[in-house]
């Protein structure tokens, strides 16, 4: 009832591990698609060389149905990745491979490095709302979006989808260039540019002073996203933001979204969110006299 599929990858389920929650330990990746319900799995965002990151504290606790963080990218740097991603692989969902960069080039040799230890996909996270001005600089732009994809796109064999921020004008140019430069889907959206400041010190709480709002309260800004990229584009469009129950699901595929990702909601309902909102999006389709939820997808427009 649940199967599905993004560019030739078969998907058991439409839910997604998004880049970055569970950190860089390959076990952590693999032990979710073990506990059950998820269909694919996305690593951390990886560079051409290891990063420690932003100082701490590197996440806020937003009581009101989020979160903000800025972790600067903390990754090995995907040569010390390889072996990760062989764990990954074993629990026998596909794996993707996040690639962040700061140049073309860099986007292009990780991109082929994640091809050869075998990744199912890359998805490019083309704007990372806590790292620096050149972090937020390629998503923010249709023309340099549509170069950094094109450059990937000409140099590896497997899907290339586009991860989007919704800090933008206007977030349909940027999917539509993403799609003419070859796309072959496109996830939306990233963590909202956010801040908190402590009342008692007058200081940002952050060690980074701005992160990316992720959680609950973004999910109808992220759904929204999905709605008009989703009218515009004929590749498949991955819903991600604030995803928590199989209603969030749901709600992201009628849509628009062939796939939805889940990441903020790990903290909340644990490692085996992706079961339950497997299970709840079942209630629901069945509830609705569906039998496939290839049915769903987009009915909103
Ligand atoms: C702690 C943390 C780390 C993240 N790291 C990455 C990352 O490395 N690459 C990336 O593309 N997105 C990263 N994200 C963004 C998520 O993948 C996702 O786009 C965002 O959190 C919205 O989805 P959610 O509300 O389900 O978490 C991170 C988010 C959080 C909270």
Known sequence: ??????????????????????????????????????????TKSLGISPRSGHKSPTIVK????????????????????????EIAKQGGAPVIGSVYGF???EYIEVAQGLEDYGVAAVELNLSYPNVGKTGAFYGKHKELSFEVVKAVKESVGIPVIAKLTAN?????TVAKSCEDAGCDAITAITALEAMKINVDTGRPVLGNKVGGLSGPCIKPIAVRCVYEIAKEVD??????G??????????????????????????????TIFKKVSKEMEEILKRGGYKNVGEIIGIAH
Do not use: H, W
């Open 168 to 172: 933008v004008s206007d977030i349909v």
């Open 1 to 42: 009832m649940l199967k599905t599929e993004i560019s030739s990858i078969k998907l058991k389920t439409p839910l997604i591990l998004a880049s970055g929650i569970l950190g860089t330990a390959g076990t952590s990746l693999k032990r979710i698609v073990t506990m059950g319900g998820a269909g694919a799995i996305v």
């Open 103 to 105: 140049s073309f080039r």
């Open 242 to 271: 604030g995803a928590t129950t199989g209603e969030d699901a749901v709600e992201f595929m009628m849509a628009g979204a062939s796939a939805v990702q889940i990441g903020t909601g790990i903290l909340t309902r644990g490692i």
């Open 62 to 85: 937003e009581e009101k149905g989020g979160l903000i963080s800025a972790i600067g990218l903390a990754n090995p740097g995907y040569e010390n990745f390889k072996d990760e991603i």
């Open 235 to 240: 590749v498949p469009v991955i819903g991600c």
